[in-house]
C-alpha cells in the first residue's frame, strides 16, 4: 500500500498502474528527488504532499485527473509554483503538476503563440520577441504563464495592450470529470468568461492561445530614486504626473532599501528608497520627453531609466523575487491614491526592517479600464491603483515580524480599498468574503453557478476559491 494521507493508503498496483501510464513521472515521499519537487516559490511553505504527477501531456493530465477521482483524493494543481500562499502544494494532497508541459508556438504571421500550461513568463517573452512581439504578461521571469493568465494577469504593457485575458483567445481544459473540452468566445462561451479571472476552479487548462502586440524590442524603462524622506512628495508628485499618462507608460513605485544590484550606485546600497520605474513601449524619443518631468522631480539621488531591450526589463525585478526566500503578500485595489494613503504608506515604508522586502504600486487603468467589466470575470477594472503589499526575509529569521509589519500596514489602508485581485491574495486568512468582494457579488454568483455546471463537487478547491453553494 501507498501512504499518501494518514487514513488515506492507496494500493500499490493502483499508483503503479497510473505510474507506467503517464509519459511523465510519478514522485512519492520515498523517491530521491521528492524534496525538490514540493518545493514551490514562498519558502516559507513547507508542505508534503502524497504524491506528485508530473504530467508531459494533455493525455497525463486526464489519467492523473481521473485516478485522483477515482481514489477521492483532494488535489492541487500547479505550473508555475509562484502562488503566493502557496495554493498549489499541499499537505497529503495528489499534485497535478505540469511544470514540464514547455510547448510554445509562436506565429509571427497570424500574430498568435500557443503556450503550454508549464512555461514560464520568461520562456514565452523569449520566444514572442524574436518576432518583436509580446503577450501581456507579468513583471518577474520565473513566474509561471498559467496561474498569472487565470487570475488577471496584470505587467508593463498593461495600459497599452490591457491584461493578459485581454489578449487570450482559447484555452484548452481537462474538466473535473477528466473531459477536454476547448474554451473560447465561440465554443463554451460562459466557461471562457469564468477562466478569464477565477480560472483555477473551473478545470485544469493545458494550453493557451493568446493574441500577441508588436513591443520593442527597445524601450524606455528603469529606476529613478529618492531618499525614503522624499516619498510623500514623491508620491504626490507621481499621482499628478501619472494621471494624463498616454497608455504606452505603465509606471510602478517601490519602496525599499536599495539592493546591492550592479544597476543601483554602491552608495545607495542598503539605503531607504523610494523609487518610480516608468515603461514606456511607445516612440522613444517621446517617451523620453514625457518621463523628463518625473525624473527631474526634487532631489533624485540616481536614475537608471534609460533605453533599453524590452527583454531585459522584463528581467529587471528577478533578483528582488528569488525563489525559496520566505514572503507573504496580500493586496487591494482603489480608485485612485488620496493623500490619506500617502502618508499611511510614507509611515509604513518608512518601518521595514527586511532589507528584502519591498512593495510594488502599480498604476493601473488604460486599456484595462476600457473593457466592459462584463467581458470577464476579473473584477478590477476601475482600479486606479492596485497595492501589492509583501515582505520578504532569507528565511524564519526575523519574519514574524515583517509579516506582521505587512498585515498592519494593509489594514491601515482598509478604509480605501475597493476590489482585490486575486494573485495578489493570500491564502484562507482572507476567506470566502474577501473572494466574493474581488469580484463583486454579482459576479461572483455567476461565478458559482458557473462552478455548479463544471465542478459541482468542488474538485478543484485549492485556489482562490469559488465554493458551488
Ligand atoms: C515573483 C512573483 C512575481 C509576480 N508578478 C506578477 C505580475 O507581474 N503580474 C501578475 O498578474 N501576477 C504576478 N504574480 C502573482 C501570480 O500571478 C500568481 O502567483 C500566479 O498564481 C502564479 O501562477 P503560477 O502558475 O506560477 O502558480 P501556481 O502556484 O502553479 O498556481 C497558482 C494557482 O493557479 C492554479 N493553477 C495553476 N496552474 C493551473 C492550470 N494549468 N489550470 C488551472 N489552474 C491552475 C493553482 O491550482 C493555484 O490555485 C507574481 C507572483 C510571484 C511569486
Not at 504532499?49 to 481521473?66: H, N
Request: glycine residues 10%; negative net charge.
Amino acid at each position: 500500500m501507498t501512504a499518501i494521507a494518514e487514513g488515506l493508503t492507496l494500493e500499490e498496483t493502483a499508483v503503479a498502474e497510473l505510474s507506467a501510464g503517464l509519459r511523465g513521472d510519478l514522485v512519492g515521499r520515498d523517491d530521491p528527488d521528492y524534496d525538490e519537487a514540493r518545493k514551490i516559490w514562498n519558502g516559507s511553505i513547507d508542505r508534503r504532499p502524497g504524491l506528485i504527477a508530473r504530467c508531459a501531456g494533455v493525455a497525463d493530465v486526464i489519467s492523473a485527473v481521473k485516478f485522483a477521482r477515482t481514489f477521492g483524493l483532494p488535489t492541487a494543481v500547479r505550473s508555475g509554483g509562484h502562488s503566493f500562499p502557496g495554493l498549489s502544494i499541499a499537505n497529503d494532497a495528489f499534485v497535478i503538476d505540469l511544470g514540464l508541459m514547455k510547448g510554445v508556438r509562436v506565429d509571427p504571421h497570424a500574430r498568435t503563440a500557443r503556450v503550454q500550461a508549464g512555461v514560464l513568463l520568461g520562456e514565452l517573452d523569449k520566444e514572442t520577441q524574436a518576432f518583436g512581439l509580446a503577450a501581456p504578461a507579468g513583471i518577474v521571469t520565473h513566474t509561471g504563464v498559467a496561474g498569472l493568465t487565470l487570475g488577471g494577469g496584470i505587467g508593463w504593457i498593461q495600459r497599452k495592450h490591457g491584461l493578459s485575458i485581454d489578449k487570450l483567445r482559447a484555452v484548452d481544459v481537462v474538466t473535473a470529470d477528466g473531459e477536454f473540452v476547448k474554451a473560447s468566445a465561440d465554443e463554451h462561451p460562459e466557461l471562457f468568461w469564468g477562466m478569464r479571472g477565477a480560472g483555477s476552479n473551473f478545470g485544469i487548462v493545458t494550453e493557451f492561445e493568446f493574441e500577441l502586440v508588436p513591443v520593442g524590442p527597445t524601450i524606455v524603462a528603469g529606476p529613478i530614486f529618492w531618499t525614503m524622506e522624499d516619498s510623500p512628495e514623491v508620491l504626490r508628485f507621481w499621482r499628478e504626473w501619472s494621471a494624463d499618462a498616454p497608455d504606452e507608460l505603465m509606471s510602478i513605485v517601490i519602496h525599499r532599501m536599495a539592493p546591492p544590484l550592479p544597476f543601483v550606485p554602491k552608495e545607495l546600497h542598503g539605503q531607504p528608497v523610494v523609487s518610480v520605474i516608468p515603461c514606456w513601449i511607445g516612440d522613444l524619443d517621446e517617451g523620453e520627453k514625457f518621463i523628463k518631468p518625473m525624473r527631474e522631480f526634487g532631489d533624485a539621488t540616481a536614475d537608471v531609466c534609460t533605453r533599453k531591450p524590452y527583454l531585459m526589463h522584463q528581467s529587471m525585478f528577478d533578483p528582488s523575487f528569488v525563489p525559496h526566500r520566505w514572503y507573504y503578500f496580500r493586496g487591494f485595489d482603489a480608485p485612485e491614491l488620496s493623500d490619506e494613503m500617502i502618508d499611511v504608506t510614507a509611515d509604513y515604508a518608512s518601518r521595514i526592517k527586511s532589507p528584502l522586502t519591498s512593495f510594488p504600486i502599480w498604476q493601473m487603468g488604460g486599456a484595462i479600464s476600457r473593457r466592459s467589466d462584463d467581458d470577464s470575470a476579473f473584477g478590477g477594472r476601475s482600479a486606479g491603483i492596485t497595492y501589492n503589499i509583501g515582505c520578504c526575509t532569507e528565511n524564519a529569521e526575523g519574519f514574524e515580524e515583517e509579516r506582521q509589519w505587512a498585515r498592519d500596514f494593509w489594514s491601515a489602508l482598509q478604509d480605501w480599498q475597493t476590489s482585490a485581485y486575486v494573485n495578489f491574495m493570500s491564502g484562507d486568512e482572507e476567506g470566502e468574503g474577501r473572494i466574493r468582494a474581488a469580484y463583486g457579488p454579482e459576479k461572483f454568483d455567476r461565478l458559482q453557478a458557473l462552478k455548479r455546471k463544471w465542478d459541482p463537487d468542488n474538485f478543484f478547491r485549492l485556489n482562490q476559491n469559488i465554493p458551488p453553494d
